[in-house]
């Protein structure tokens, strides 16, 4: 059994297993663009405005979501990747050969 077989193999078995890694990089990096596009729009408000008021505070409430999901996808793709990895050794090892004394 070649490479290519095997990895297709892991990959039709579990294929939610290799999304976390996908999913995980898509939250962390998700988040400093939310990150990015709320400080920039609240200093382009910032010298309209005379005070610092509770509009402008509100808009730093995406970036508050954007991490509450952030923690809560990092810790289930975690939890998914250690799964994986522990279970794909597993999978990945020959089964027990069977012997005719066992039988009796």
């Known amino acids: 059994m070649n490479t ?9 078995y579990r294929p939610w297993s290799y999304s976390c890694r996908l999913l995980l990089l898509l ?5 400093r663009i939310i990150f990015g596009l709320v400080v ?11 005070a610092l008021t509770l509009n402008m505070l509100a808009l730093f409430l995406p970036w508050i979501l954007a ?3 952030r923690l ?14 522990f279970s794909a050794g597993a ?11 066992e039988d009796r």
């Open 40 to 50: 920039q729009h609240f200093f382009t408000i910032l010298p309209t405005e005379p």
């Open 91 to 101: 999978l990945l090892q020959p089964p027990p050969a069977c012997s005719d004394n």
């Open 72 to 85: 809560l996808v990092c810790y289930l793709a975690t939890f998914g990747i250690a799964r994986f990895t």
């Open 67 to 69: 991490i509450i999901v």
């Open 4 to 12: 290519f077989q095997v990895l297709a193999r892991l990959i039709s």
């Open 27 to 31: 939250a962390c990096y998700g988040e």
